[in-house]
């Protein structure tokens, strides 16, 4: 159990549809990560939010945007869904580079 | 050429063995987790290292910074630790989250 939680844990969209993934963080953690996983290979770092604030971002379109809410709770947005965006979709929250806490997933299908 | 790379992709033990799983980097680092991954798709966190060694129960993993390695050891394996062993690095100057992953190591044990 590591106190962050993900919804929804499945979700099939279509092609140009827009989705919304929530993650509820570890309490009193102030940043959270978002990564996109595709079947067969490692993690990749979508952004990062601290203090309700983007502080870091990977190499992901504009159509993928955040939210951080003032109880450090996060949504991750994907517009104009493409059949690539099909993965598991993690969301992990930490208060320092030392201790990490990943979400369960929500994997999506786009078809 | 991946920034982080794994080896063995795959690895078959059998219960009691003592595992090795590699992980080289490219990139300079200011810390480097292993993490491990359930078929359900969660991701645990196992250790995070920036020198030396540490030591959880039947898990030792080792970094050296210079030589850009990491190794997790698994002693008296178990069929409960089968599942993928990724390593994960935060390169210098990358905000916590911005962790660079290895595509895992995919780990059965067998009774």
């Known amino acids: 159990e590591t106190g962050v939680t993900q919804s929804p844990t499945h979700l099939i969209k279509t092609r140009g549809q827009q989705v919304t993934l929530r993650c509820s963080s570890q309490?009193?953690?102030?940043?959270v990560s978002w990564y996109q996983q595709a079947l067969g290979q490692g993690p990749q770092f979508i952004f990062q939010?601290?203090?309700?604030?983007?502080?870091g971002r990977g190499n992901f379109p504009p159509r993928f945007s955040g939210l951080q809410f003032p109880n450090y709770s996060s949504e991750l947005n994907v517009n104009a869904l493409e059949l690539d965006d099909s993965a598991l979709y993690l969301c992990?929250?930490?208060?320092?580079?030392?201790?990490?806490?990943f979400g369960e997933g929500s994997w999506l299908t786009v078809v | 050429k991946n920034e982080v790379e794994q080896s063995p992709q795959n690895l078959t033990a059998q219960e009691g063995e003592f595992i090795t799983i590699n992980c080289s980097y490219s990139?300079?680092?200011?810390?480097l987790h292993w993490l491990q991954q359930h078929p359900g798709g969660g991701i645990v966190s196992l250790f995070m290292?920036?020198?030396g060694k540490k030591k959880h129960g039947r898990l030792i993993a080792t970094i050296n910074i210079q030589e850009k390695h990491s190794s997790l050891h698994i002693t008296a394996s178990h069929p409960r630790d089968s599942a993928v062993y990724i390593c994960?690095?935060?390169?210098?100057?990358?905000?916590?989250?911005?962790?660079?992953f290895g595509k895992g190591t995919k780990l059965s044990v067998k009774p």
């Open positions: 992990a929250s930490s208060l320092d580079r030392a201790t990490i806490y």
């Open positions: 309490s009193g953690h102030n940043t």
């Open positions: 939010y601290y203090r309700e604030e983007e502080n």
């Open positions: 990139v300079g680092i200011s810390a």
């Open positions: 290292l920036s020198s």
């Open positions: 994960a690095v935060l390169s210098n100057g990358g905000s916590q989250g911005n962790l660079i």
